[in-house]
C-alpha cells in the first residue's frame, strides 16, 4: 500500500468506527445514566433494575415476538408463492406478477400503513363500511388498531422482500438434484420433502430471519397502528417513553439494549447461514437447466392467486391512497364521489411552507446520503476485494454492523452523542445525514461488493502498467466500471433515506421535520386527506428519481 | 431391452420452436453398452432425458425391458420414479446435504428395502466404487472423481435393468477421465448392466461401446459398432465426427472388379469399390492420417507396386509423444499424417507418402450424401 492509499484508508476506517460505533456505545452510557443527555449525573443500574422488574417488559417482549414472528411467517408463505409461480411455473404474466411485487418496495412504508388505516377503521374504513351496508351488520368487521391488524399491514410490506430472497432459490437451484431423486425411485412428495426442502432450508431460515428483524426494530406500524390499538411492543414503548415529558429516555435507552440485543442476534445467526452457504450450493453451472413444471390448466388458477394477492397487496392501498388524496373530505370511495374529485387537497399542501420543507429537506438528504454512502462504499468495497490489508474483516464487519442495528436505536444512540454538545448539530439536517449515513453504509457495500468481486482485476492492472496512479486507475477504470452497479446503489440509498422514519422520528424539530414525519404528524392530527396527497406525491418524486437515474446508467 | 420407436420431443422457447429429436428410432439388446454421440445441441442427451421420463415426448414410442414407459397412441407415460432405472448426471447430482452413505442408501430406501439390508448392500456397491472409506464424509468434502463415483454408486445400487449415464466424465480431468472411462466398462461387464451412454466426445465413445448412434440435428445419421464406424462409415457426418480425416474431393475415372480409381487433386487413387460407385461419380475421398506410409525419399510422383506415391513437402509437425502429426503439402492440399516419430524428419524436408487402397474410404461428394443413414 502506498502512502496515499494509506492516508485515505486510515481516515476512512476512522470515519465508519466513529459512525457505528459512537451511538451504540452512547446508548450503552445512556442506559447506565441516572440523568438525561446533557444533565450531570451518575452511573447506576436502576433503569436496568425497572426494566426487569416491570411486569409490563415481559409482555412487551411477547407482543414483539408475536408481532415480528407472525408478520414474517405469512410474508413468507406469500412470498415464496409468487416467487414460485414466477420462477417455476408456466403461469401467464410472469413478468407483470414479478413487477407488481417489487415495486412496492420503491414505496415508502408509512404510505402502506397509512392507506391501511383507511381501509380498516372500524368506523370509517372503506372496506368496513362497504361490508357493512352490505352484510347489514352494526358492528365493523375489521379493526386495523389491534394486534392481528398490525401484524396484516405489517405482512404485506414484507412480502417483496421474503419474494426477492426466495427467487433465487427456485431460479438457482440445479433440478438435477431433484431429478437424480426422482429417477432413483422417489414420488414428486418425496422428492420435495428428501431434497427439494432441506437444500432449500438455509435460503429459507435466513429469509425468516431478515423479515422479523425488519419486523421487530419497524416503528411505523407500531405507531400508525400499535398506539391507536393499544398493542405495544418494544419499539412503540422506546418511543412513548422517549417523547413523555418528562422524558425517560434512561430507561427507554435498556429497552433499546433489549431490542439490539435480539436483532444483533438474529442477524449474525442470519450472516452465519449466508456465509456458509458454499455447502449448499446449489448451482453447479455445467448441465444447468432451468425448468418449469407444466401446470396444465392449473396455471390459470396460480394466476388467479397471484392477481388476487397483488390485488390486495400493491392496487387496493394504492387506489385508496389515490381516493382520498383527491376526494374534498372523508368520505368512502362511490361512483357518484368520482364527479366531486378536486386537487384542493394538493394546494392547502403547497400553501404550507412545512410541507414544502420537508419535500425539499428530503429529497436533499436522500440525494447527499446516497453520494456520502457510495463514495464511502465504493471505497470499502475496493479495499476488501483488491487488497490484503490486514484488518479487512474488521472493515468489512464494522461496515455491515449497521443491519443489525434499528433505526431507533441510533436515533436514541445519536440523542445521547448530539444532545450536550456545543456544537449545533442537533436540530439540524446534519444530525439526520448522519443517522441515514450510518444506517445505510451496509446497502452500498452489499451492492458493490459483488460489483468489484466481478470485475477482472487485470483491468486495473492494465492501467497502472500503462502508467496510471492508483488514484487515477479508480477514477478512470474502477470507477466507470462499476458505475452502474453505483447508480443503482444510489437509487437503493436515496429511497431508504427519503422515506426514513424511526430514527428521524427521534432527531427531528420544528423546522427540520421530514417527509414520513410530516405524513405522520398530518395522519395524526386529523389532516387524512392531505397526508394522502402528500404521500402520493412522494411517490411522484421517487419514482421520478428512480427512472431518472435509470436512464443515466450506461450499458457497457 | 430398450426399444425406441420414431420418438419427437419439440421445446418451445422465445424465439420459437426448436425440433430437439425428430424421429429418432433404435432398439439396444441386453447387456449392450449403447452410445449417443454428437456435437453439443444434436439431441442427444434429449433422448437420454425421455428414456428416463424427465423429458415427456410428443409422438413416438418407447419400451424399456418389455414394458411400454411411452406411447403417444396408447396414451401411456410411465413417470420415472416407475421406471427401475439408475442414471448418472453430467453435474453428479450429488445431494450437498446427505453423507456419502446416504445418497447412495436413497434409493433403496425410497423403495422400502429392509434397513438391514440397505446396509449391506449400499456397504458392497460403495467398496465396489472404492469409497468404503469415505462412507460418512459430507459429499461436498469429495473431489470431482470421488464424487462421480458416488453418483454411479448411487446409480447401480438398486441393481437396475438399465443404466443411463449423461456425459459422466466430462467434468473429469484428462487423467482420471481416462481411469474412469475404464472402470466404468470393467462394471458394465461385470453386471452386464445394458447402458445408454451419451457423450460428444468420439474417443470416449469409441473406447466405450458395443454400439454407437451418431446424432445430428436431431436424428441418428447412423447405428454400427465402433470399428464399421471408423473404417466404413456410411454417412459424410460419421466419417466428419469420428477420427480425424483428410477429405480429397474427386471423380470416379474407371470402376474394375472390386477395385476403382477415383482422380483426385493429389493424383489417381485405387479403392475398395462400393457397390453405389459409377464412372463419373462426384466422390470424397477420405484418409485417415494413420493410413499413409511417410518417408523421406526423392523419388518422383506415380506409383509403386500398383501404390500411389505422393510427393510433398514437410510443413509443419506436431511431436505428440507416442505418435507425431506432419502436415504435408501436396497437390496443392494440405495433408495430415500421423505415424510413429521419426528422428530423421524435419520441416522442410521432402518425402513421398504411399498408401494402401483398403483404408480408402469413398462417399458420395459432400451435398448429395447427408441423408444417407445405416440402421
Known amino acids: 500500500m502506498s502512502a496515499g492509499q494509506r492516508i485515505v484508508f486510515g481516515a476512512l476506517v476512522l470515519v465508519v468506527a466513529y459512525l457505528v460505533l459512537v451511538p451504540i456505545a452512547a446508548l450503552v452510557l445512556g442506559s447506565l445514566r441516572d440523568q438525561p443527555p446533557g444533565f450531570p449525573g451518575a452511573f447506576t443500574l436502576r433503569n436496568f433494575a425497572e426494566v426487569v422488574h416491570t411486569p409490563r417488559t ?101 412480502v417483496p422482500l421474503a419474494f426477492l430472497w426466495m427467487s433465487p432459490i ?114 453447479t453451472g455445467k448441465g444447468y437447466r432451468a425448468k418449469q413444471t407444466d401446470l396444465g390448466l392449473f396455471k390459470y388458477a396460480t394466476l388467479v392467486g397471484a392477481v388476487v394477492l397483488l390485488f390486495v397487496v400493491a392496487l387496493v392501498p394504492t387506489l385508496i391512497l389515490l381516493w382520498t388524496a383527491f376526494a374534498p373530505f372523508s368520505q368512502i370511495p362511490t361512483l357518484g364521489g368520482l364527479t366531486k374529485l378536486t386537487i384542493k387537497n394538493f394546494l392547502d399542501l403547497f400553501r404550507l411552507s412545512m410541507t414544502k420543507r420537508a419535500l425539499m429537506d428530503s429529497a436533499l438528504l436522500g440525494v447527499s446520503t446516497g453520494i456520502l454512502v457510495m463514495i464511502m462504499t465504493a471505497l470499502i468495497a475496493w479495499l476488501l476485494t483488491r487488497t490484503r490489508t490486514k484488518g479487512r474483516n474488521l472493515i468489512d464487519s464494522l461496515a455491515t454492523l449497521p443491519l443489525a442495528v434499528p433505526g431507533i436505536v441510533v436515533g436514541v444512540g445519536l440523542l445521547w452523542v448530539y444532545l450536550p454538545l456545543r456544537i449545533p448539530i442537533y436540530a439540524t439536517l446534519w444530525i439526520l445525514l448522519i443517522a441515514y449515513v450510518t444506517r445505510f ?116 | 431391452m430398450i426399444k425406441v420407436e420414431k420418438l419427437e420431443k419439440t421445446f418451445v422457447i422465445r424465439q ?125 468434502q469429495l473431489s470431482g472423481g470421488q464424487q462421480q463415483r458416488v453418483a454411479l454408486a448411487r446409480a447401480i445400487v438398486s441393481e437396475p435393468q438399465v443404466l443411463l449415464l449423461d456425459e459422466p466424465l466430462s467434468n473429469l480431468d484428462a487423467k482420471l477421465r481416462e481411469q474412469m472411462r475404464a472402470e466404468l466398462r470393467e462394471l458394465q461387464q461385470a453386471f452386464g448392466i445394458t447402458t445408454v451412454y451419451v457423450t460428444h466426445d468420439q474417443e470416449e465413445a469409441l473406447a466405450l461401446s458395443d454400439r454407437i448412434a451418431v446424432m445430428e440435428s436431431g436424428i441418428i445419421v447412423e447405428v454400427g459398432d465402433p470399428w464399421t464406424l471408423y473404417v466404413d462409415p456410411v454417412s459424410p457426418v460419421t466419417a466428419k465426427f469420428i477420427g480425424l480425416s483428410n477429405r480429397f474431393p474427386g471423380v470416379v475415372r474407371e470402376t474394375s472388379g472390386t477395385m476403382a480409381e477415383v482422380q483426385t487433386g493429389i493424383g489417381i487413387v485405387r479403392v475398395k469399390r462400393r457397390r453405389d460407385l459409377t464412372g463419373g461419380a462426384s466422390v470424397t475421398v477420405i484418409i485417415r492420417p494413420e493410413s499413409f506410409s511417410i518417408l523421406l525419399d526423392e523419388a518422383g510422383r506415380g506409383t509403386i507396386n500398383g501404390q500411389l506415391v505422393i510427393s510433398g513437402r514437410i510443413e509443419n509437425m506436431q511431436f505428440l509423444g507416442g505418435v507425431a502429426d506432419y502436415w504435408v503439402a501436396a497437390g496443392g492440399t494440405k495433408i495430415r499424417v500421423r505415424s510413429h516419430p521419426k528422428a530423421s524428419l524435419r520441416r522442410g524436408d521432402s518425402v513421398h507418402l504411399t498408401l494402401d487402397p483398403q483404408d480408402c474410404i469413398v462417399l458420395p461428394a459432400e451435398g448429395e450424401g447427408d441423408s444417407a443413414t445405416r440402421q
Not at chain 1, 411455473?89 to 412496492?104: K, M, W
Not at chain 1, 443503482?488 to 429511497?495: D, H, P
Not at chain 2, 414407459?69 to 448426471?89: A, C, D, H, I, T
Not at chain 2, 472409506?133 to 459430507?138: F, G, I, Q
Open chain 1, 441 to 556: 453504509i451496509p446497502y452500498g457495500l452489499r451492492i458493490l461488493k459483488p460489483a468489484f468481486n466481478q470485475l477482472h482485476p487485470e483491468l486495473e492492472e492494465a492501467a497502472q502498467v500503462a502508467g496510471a496512479s492508483w488514484g487515477r486507475v479508480f477514477r478512470s477504470v474502477s470507477l466507470p466500471l462499476i458505475l452502474p452497479a453505483i447508480l443503482s446503489g444510489l437509487i437503493f440509498v436515496f429511497v431508504r433515506a427519503f422515506r426514513e422514519l424511526p430514527s428521524s422520528m427521534f432527531l427531528t424539530h420544528l423546522r427540520t421535520e421530514v417527509f414520513s414525519v410530516t405524513l405522520y404528524n398530518m395522519w395524526q392530527s386529523g389532516q387524512v386527506e392531505m397526508a394522502a396527497a402528500l404521500g402520493v406525491l412522494s411517490l411522484v418524486i421517487l419514482g421520478g428519481v428512480t427512472l431518472f437515474v435509470r436512464i443515466l446508467v450506461p450499458r457497457w
Open chain 1, 58 to 158: 415481559l409482555v412487551l417482549l411477547r407482543q414483539s415476538f408475536i408481532f415480528a414472528a407472525t408478520a414474517s411467517l405469512i410474508a413468507f408463505a406469500l412470498g415464496t408463492f409468487l416467487a414460485w409461480i414466477v420462477e417455476r411455473t408456466n403461469t401467464p404474466g410472469t413478468n407483470l406478477i414479478f413487477l407488481a411485487t417489487v415495486l412496492p418496495l420503491y414505496a415508502p412504508t408509512v404510505l402502506l400503513t397509512l392507506a391501511w388505516t383507511l381501509l380498516l377503521n372500524p368506523n370509517s374504513g372503506a372496506i368496513n363500511v362497504i361490508l357493512k351496508q352490505l352484510l347489514g351488520s352494526t358492528s365493523p368487521l375489521f379493526n386495523i388498531y389491534s394486534m392481528g391488524g398490525m401484524v396484516w399491514v405489517r405482512s404485506l410490506l414484507d
Open chain 1, 170 to 283: 427456485f431460479r438457482t437451484m440445479d433440478v438435477q438434484y431433484e431429478e437424480a431423486a426422482h429417477v432413483c425411485g422417489a414420488s414428486r412428495t418425496r422428492v420435495f420433502l428428501d431434497i427439494t426442502l432441506p437444500l432449500a432450508t438455509p435460503a429459507v431460515v435466513a429469509t425468516l430471519l431478515i423479515t422479523f428483524v425488519a419486523a421487530i426494530e419497524d416503528l411505523a406500524v407500531p405507531l400508525f397502528i400499535g398506539i391507536p390499538g393499544k398493542a405495544f411492543v418494544l419499539s412503540s414503548e422506546i418511543f412513548l417513553a422517549t417523547m413523555s415529558v418528562p422524558s425517560n429516555i434512561n430507561v427507554a435507552s435498556a429497552y433499546g439494549i433489549i431490542l439490539l440485543l435480539v436483532t444483533i442476534a438474529a442477524m449474525s445467526l442470519y450472516l452465519r447461514l449466508t456465509a456458509h452457504s458454499e455447502r449448499f450450493v446449489t448451482v
Open chain 2, 16 to 140: 420459437g420452436k426448436v425440433n430437439a429429436v425428430r424421429g429418432v428410432s433404435f432398439s439396444i439388446d441386453r447387456g449392450q453398452f449403447f452410445t449417443l454421440l454428437g456435437p453439443s445441441g444434436c439431441g442427444k442427451t434429449t433422448v437420454l432425458r425421455c428414456l428416463a421420463g424427465l423429458e415427456r415426448p410428443e409422438a413416438g414410442e418407447i419400451e424399456i425391458s418389455g414394458k411400454t414407459v411411452y406411447s403417444q397412441v396408447k396414451r401411456v407415460f410411465v413417470p420415472p420414479n416407475k421406471r427401475e432405472l439408475g442414471m448418472v448426471f453430467q453435474s453428479y447430482a450429488v445431494w450437498p446435504h446427505m453423507t456419502v452413505y446416504q445418497n447412495v442408501a436413497y434409493p433403496l430406501r425410497v423403495r422400502k428395502v429392509r434397513e438391514m439390508e440397505v446396509k449391506s448392500r449400499a456397504g458392497r456397491t460403495l467398496e465396489l466404487v472404492g469409497l468404503s472409506s469415505l462412507t460418512n464424509r459430507s459429499v461436498s
